[in-house]
């Protein structure tokens, strides 16, 4: 059984930043893509950065320039630093991964831009 397991989330001021985590753990013999998504209250999910399974990252263009996304592979943990927030980027992050032929989701973890 694979789990993934996010951490990070939080309250931040507009133009603040924070950094999200995510875990895999259990029966993982490799990751392929891996990444984070998000929802806002009312919207559909989105993808907001993610590795690809050739390892190239891909960036929704709403976050180039202000979110990073990075990887610990011995680790198997993907990172998220989130700078210069908005109350547009307001959601759910929910982490996601390609094991083995099958997709994965973390529970979520809120990220409240406000002042």
């Known amino acids: 059984q694979v789990q993934l397991v996010e951490s990070g989330g939080g309250l931040v001021q507009p133009g603040g930043s924070l950094r999200l985590s995510c875990a895999a753990s259990?029966?993982?013999?490799?990751?392929?893509?891996m990444g984070w998504y998000r929802q806002a209250p009312g919207k559909q999910r989105e993808s907001v950065a993610r590795f690809t399974s050739i390892g190239n990252t891909v960036y929704a263009d709403s976050v180039k320039g202000r979110f990073t996304i990075s990887r610990d592979m011995a680790k198997n943990t993907v990172y998220l630093q989130m700078n210069s927030l908005t109350p547009e980027d307001t959601a759910i992050y929910y982490c996601?991964?390609?094991?083995?032929?099958?997709?994965?989701w973390g529970q979520g973890t809120q990220v409240t831009v406000s002042s």
């Open positions: 996601n991964a390609l094991i083995v032929g099958r997709i994965y």
């Open positions: 259990g029966s993982i013999f490799s990751i392929g893509a």
